[in-house]
């Protein structure tokens, strides 16, 4: 069976090995062709998938190996899921200082996407709290990167792509927080122009903010949907509260027939998302679970698309691009083939270590189609167009269909990286952006 990513793009290994032990990689120079580390596959396209090489599985290798309870640093093999690690922290007072919508990723993916959270405006990806990593290559060379030695491979690594070796173990500062509670607050927005003024003042006070948008609205609606922001809450037992979280999940029984999902009922799911919130404002306390992974509660939602699987796209515009962030909904609603909400964040100014890494000063707007063959291509070059135009970018993790020509115009960095390269190591997305153009 081949592996397949989140999106359920399948990939096409020849073989594939996993690690349990820091030593067993010492194999590598040994293993025949190309390889690609995988974490938990929560990629959604094909930058975690190898045509015809060597997976080499990481999410056994999940051991702690050091926590320094006085300063909130933490070391761990690289396998280690977000999820474990905050049943380890959150008890003792500290938090992962950025997190993505899911916890089932694990540290080594979350770095070579440099993945960002909810917090982007404030502490950057989570690169920027990254403090060492042990790279393998596959020569054999068994590397300590940082800031202060290998600089240029500590860099190329972070939004690396699982391209420059295998991150083994990394070293990461962790947050410190009082509460195992979120204070949030839902406001209802009426349009994007709403979006704009609730994000410009929140920033400065609210650690979080997000927005799920109903992408099919249009005129003197386009963009209305939830604003969320939150921070985290104070005093209280930390170890009870969090103890108390347990995050139930429901698990999609069966593939969804392909004919659930059409315009008609992801309307209706938009709206009826939009109006479940009567008041303006609603204040909440809440759980990890709920406030930063929703979607985790429904194990495998991937597959309410159906065997097709789905794309997500996620791209950013540049802060003063707004037209072009309107044009791109005017696009998707008229496309009809956008889906469920929408999800709308400013990202800051704070600049990652990272070379490859995705975010800029902009707005990042991630929202999923069902895969609909040619005609999700035809509806994503058009959104490319207006992307590049505006000097965007789009988001590895997430891409499926970004041709070599919009890679290569948007990451012009790319060549540089390609020298940081481990030769041996390759994926899908690698090989189809990286075709000269
Ligand atoms: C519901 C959901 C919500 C999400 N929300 C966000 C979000 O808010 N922000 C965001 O940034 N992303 C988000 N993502 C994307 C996800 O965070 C990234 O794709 C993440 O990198 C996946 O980690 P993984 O462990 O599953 O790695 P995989 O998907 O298996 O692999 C990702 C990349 O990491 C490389 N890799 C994995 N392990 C190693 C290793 N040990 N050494 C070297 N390379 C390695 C792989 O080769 C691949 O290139 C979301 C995904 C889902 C499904």
């Not at 429904?298 to 065997?307: F, L, P, T």
């Amino acid at each position: 069976m081949p592996t397949q990513s989140w999106g359920r793009i399948n990939g096409q290994e020849k073989d594939s090995k996993s690690l349990h032990w820091r030593k067993d990689a010492a194999k590598l120079p040994q293993w025949e062709g190309h390889v690609l580390p995988f974490g938990l596959g929560r990629s959604y396209g094909d930058s975690c998938l190898i045509d015809g090489g060597t997976l080499i599985r990481m999410q056994d290798l999940n051991k702690l190996r050091h926590f320094d309870a006085a300063t909130g640093r933490l070391s761990c093999e690289a396998g280690l899921s977000i999820a474990d690690l905050l049943k380890f922290s959150v008890p003792k007072g500290w938090m992962i200082p950025v997190t993505p919508g899911t916890k089932y990723v694990t540290l080594g993916g979350a770095i070579a996407n440099d993945v960002h959270g909810k917090n982007h405006h404030l502490r950057g990806t989570i690169g920027c709290h990254i403090l060492e990593i042990e790279l393998m290559r596959s020569n054999g060379e068994h590397l300590l990167c940082s800031l202060q030695n290998e600089e240029a491979l500590f860099r190329a690594t972070i939004g690396g792509l699982g391209l420059t070796g295998i991150i083994l173990s990394c070293t990461i500062q962790l947050m410190p927080i009082e509460s195992a509670w979120i204070d949030a607050e839902m406001i209802k927005m009426k349009n994007l122009e709403e979006f704009f003024e609730i994000d410009n003042t929140s920033d400065k006070d609210y650690e979080y903010t997000v927005a799920w948008i109903d992408c099919m609205a249009t005129g003197e609606n386009r963009g209305r949907g939830i604003f969320i922001r939150g921070n985290h809450a104070r005093g209280g037992d930390i170890r009870r509260d969090f103890k108390k979280q347990k995050g139930e999940i429901i698990r999609m029984p069966i593939d969804a027939p392909g004919f659930s999902l059409n315009k008609l009922s992801v309307k209706a799911f938009n709206f009826a998302y939009y109006n479940k919130q009567f008041s303006k404002l609603k204040m909440i306390r809440q759980g990890f679970d709920p406030f930063f992974y929703p979607l985790d509660s429904v194990g495998e939602w991937n597959r309410i698309y159906g065997k097709q699987g789905f794309l997500q796209y996620q791209c950013i515009i540049p802060t003063h691009r707004t037209d072009d962030l309107k044009q791109l909904f005017d696009v998707i609603a008229k496309s009809g083939q956008g889906s469920f909400l929408a999800v709308l964040k400013r990202f800051g100014t704070m600049k990652s270590p990272g070379l490859m890494s995705f975010p800029q000063p902009g707005y990042t707007l991630a929202l999923d189609f069902k895969n609909l063959g040619n005609k999700s291509a035809a509806l994503f070059a058009e959104l490319d167009k207006i992307v590049l135009r505006s000097g965007g970018r789009l988001y590895p993790a997430k891409d499926a269909l970004m041709s070599a020509l919009t890679f290569q115009t948007s990451y012009p960095q790319w060549q540089e990286f390609e020298k940081f390269i481990d030769p041996r190591f390759t994926s899908m997305f690698w090989e189809r952006v990286s075709t000269r153009v």
